[in-house]
């Protein structure tokens, strides 16, 4: 049964996460780091891992975290559902992850987080409308002349666009490109199973009406654009044959949440 909403935390509490988000800032890279990231077709890169939390509706206590690796058995960047440095203090979720893993690391939101100026208006919907297959992009750029992120049309079938920034140890051009490649859907494949899972898992173990099961992807477009590089697929195949996708056991994370802290849309920008 979903908790009680907790309340915002105290302030002593949010000044210290804000300090603590200062601090890591300094030591994110923002170039990238690894020798396929400048291969155009990523050559060496194997293992590409996805991160989602999900949240029960009415419960400001209780989320699920859920890490699935399209290969195994090293761990080389991680897709992350949040934002990186196209956050409110330049230091979204998905660079908090990559500091203190040390991996490369890419923020791929689906809501435009309106910072620096930056605002979902007309112009920025026509700026979308003109983007016309699979890869096609534009710049995020903000108030201050610093561009924050890219707006991708990850597929050729989807409407409305992700949000890709960086996260950690990784050039933006080089995060569009992957993010791009890695979408069998409109989402990264690791990002939507780590999603698939961890609302999964609520269903199953916290007994959430209305959290949907593991169920394959509904959309029935008729074009399959390209899977995860090296071939890979949703099962990517491996030196001995197919793979399953290697997910982490998902937990249960007990904590107060507050507004925002999805890292994309509305509130604190977490």
């Not at 593991?214 to 044959?241: T, V």
Request: charged share 25%; aromatic share 4%; glycine share 12%.
């Amino acid at each position: 049964m979903a908790r009680k909403a907790a309340g915002r935390p105290p302030e002593e509490t949010l000044s210290l996460w804000k300090r603590e988000q200062a601090l890591l800032k300094t030591l994110v890279v923002d170039r990238d780091t690894e020798a396929w990231q400048r291969d155009p077709a990523f050559s060496g890169l194997q293992r590409v891992g996805g991160v989602d939390v999900s949240f029960v509706k009415g419960d400001s206590v209780s989320a699920c975290a859920s890490l699935v690796v399209l290969s195994y058995p090293e761990l080389e960047v991680l897709f992350v559902d949040g934002n990186g440095v196209l956050h409110h203090r330049g230091f979204g979720v998905a660079c908090h992850l990559g500091v203190l893993t040390d991996l490369p690391c890419i923020g791929v939101a689906k809501k435009l987080l309106q910072v620096d100026g930056l605002e979902n208006n007309a112009l920025h919907k026509e700026k979308i409308r003109l983007l016309q297959g699979g890869g096609d992009s534009f710049p995020l750029m903000g108030g201050s002349g610093t561009v924050l992120g890219m707006a991708l049309k990850s597929h050729d079938h989807s409407t409305k666009p992700l949000y890709v920034s960086v996260g950690h140890k990784m050039s933006l051009e080089a995060a569009v490109r992957l993010t791009h490649g890695c979408c069998k859907f409109r989402i990264p494949e690791p990002v939507r199973q780590a999603d698939i899972r961890s609302r999964d898992y609520i269903r199953r173990t916290l007994g959430v009406q209305g959290a949907p099961a593991l169920r394959p992807e509904r959309s029935k477009k008729a074009q399959r654009p390209k899977a995860c590089p090296q071939g890979a697929s949703e099962e990517p195949a491996g030196k001995d044959g197919p793979l399953k996708s290697h997910s982490q056991n998902p937990r249960t994370h007990r904590k107060a949440l507050g507004p925002g802290d999805q890292g994309q849309g509305k509130g604190w920008g977490w």
